[in-house]
Nanobody, 121 residues
Framework: QVQLVESGGGLVQAGGSLRLSCAAS????????MSWFRQAPGKQRELVAL???????NYVDSVKGRFTISRDNAKNTVHLQMNNLKPEDTAVYYC???????????????WGQGTQVTVSS
């Protein structure tokens, strides 16, 4: 089963940038569709961005034009580049691997432990 570890969170001023990374181990990452979610205090976890195993991307409207999701299959890593950050982007950010089949083998999905992003005004 894949294990995911996020890194790159921190405190940044509004207008600044951060690059989150999600490193996978246990299974090769290229078979999975990958997503970044976030959860702010008192709010539900929401999907921020996703990238299919074919490289197709999609974003929630609130981050379009500011965030970019990418994957480096050779390094078994997914990134979320976040530019022009706003205070409302403050949340714990999680990466997620969607359960999938490869041939006849089923690969369960997984969540990372999360990384805190705080944007000050």
């Amino acid at each position: 089963q894949v294990q995911l570890v996020e890194s790159g969170g921190g405190l940044v001023q509004a207008g600044g940038s951060l690059r989150l990374s999600c490193a996978a181990s246990g299974t090769r990452l290229d078979i999975y569709a990958m997503s970044w979610f976030r959860q702010a205090p008192g709010k539900q976890r929401e999907l921020v961005a996703l990238i299919t195993n074919g490289g197709v991307t999609n974003y929630v409207d609130s981050v379009k034009g500011r965030f970019t999701i990418s994957r480096d299959n050779a390094k078994n890593t997914v990134h979320l580049q976040m530019n022009n950050l706003k205070p409302e982007d403050t949340a714990v950010y999680y990466c997620k691997a969607d359960a999938t089949w490869s041939g006849r083998t089923y690969y369960p999905g997984a969540w990372g432990q999360g990384t805190q992003v705080t944007v000050s005004s």
